[in-house]
């Protein structure tokens, strides 16, 4: 029968971690707090047979008291057969979903219920709600697969708060791949657009010219651009994702040089847009013209006059159209 009592934190077993399901612990306001007021909340613990207490619920209260050589501590104990592991797991769960979780603690929670012989139809339709997730069992496989993850992308994953469907382009990237990405996400610090757009690239080259994502991030052009310490993070991350785009689609990336080439040349003032068919696919480009007035509007239109006059014998977009 389970029952209050202090225990000794020395008695609590550390490397069990049968129930923990929290991921990145901020441990410092928690020292703070007992600190000040002492451990408000006991801890949960089933009693083991050879003395030691097994956590079921305060893995993080226990690393505080271990922090601040707390040698007592409140504890709520349940006797060795008076909670099943899938009982206790329930407990951990009921405890955790009164704060919001991560994915990967999500991710955690879903995995040991499957474990402990929860049908998978239970946790589609009972757990992926309490979690936030939709209860369809592609989400359950692409939640449990961010397990499979190289810790230092989990971490990512969850400091910078990125969506399932930018994590899950990571789960078919070798072991070698992911390494590479850590160290890559952790210099340059994308967030969710720019990881899903380089993932997307990466994982398409190197299927396409059969060269790992290891390797691709390491070949000498990418080195450089890392390298170049001249230019900020973020325009080095800029010059990174053109690279790629340029590695990824060469001959679109030649037609937007040429472009860029051509529209410098025009002189455009800085009220006049000019845009090329979408990926140059068509014949069709566009200009905007931005005014305040009409006087404004009618010295642009002569603007544009005089340099389709001036450009008459020759025609500068004719070989940018109908790209293929």
Known sequence: ???????????IELDDTRFLMTFIPQLDPLVQSIKMVGLLEPLLVRERSDGMYQIV??????????????AQTEAIVYGQDELTELDALLVTVGHNIVRPLNVIEKARALEKLLSLGMA??????????????????????R???????????????????????????????????????????????????????????????????????????ATEEIGRIRADKELSTPQRLESLRKCLKMIRYPRLSEMEKRFTSVKRSLCFPAQIAFHPPSF?????FMMELKF?????????????????????????????SGYR
């Open 292 to 320: 305040r007035d009409f006087r404004e509007l009618k010295q642009l239109v002569t603007r544009v006059s005089q340099m389709v006059e001036k450009e008459v014998e020759r025609d500068p977009l004719e070989e940018l």
């Open 57 to 70: 619920c305060g893995f993080k209260r226990v690393e505080a008291l271990n922090c601040l050589s707390i």
């Open 143 to 217: 939640v449990v697969g961010l397990l499979r993850l190289e810790r230092g992308l989990q971490e990512y994953v969850v400091r910078k708060e990125l969506s399932l469907a930018a994590a899950v382009l990571l789960l078919d990237i070798d072991r070698e791949g992911q390494e590479a990405l850590v160290s890559f996400f952790n210099e340059f610090k994308p967030g969710e657009n720019r990881v899903k757009e380089i993932v997307t690239s990466l994982r398409e080259i190197s299927l396409r010219d059969n060269i790992s994502i290891g390797s691709l991030l």
């Open 120 to 141: 998978n139809k239970e946790v589609i339709d009972k757990y992926l709600p309490l979690f936030g997730l939709q209860p369809n069992k592609r989400v359950l496989k």
């Open 1 to 11: 029968m389970r029952d209050i009592r202090q225990i000794p934190v020395g008695k």
């Open 280 to 284: 140059f696919e068509g014949d069709q």
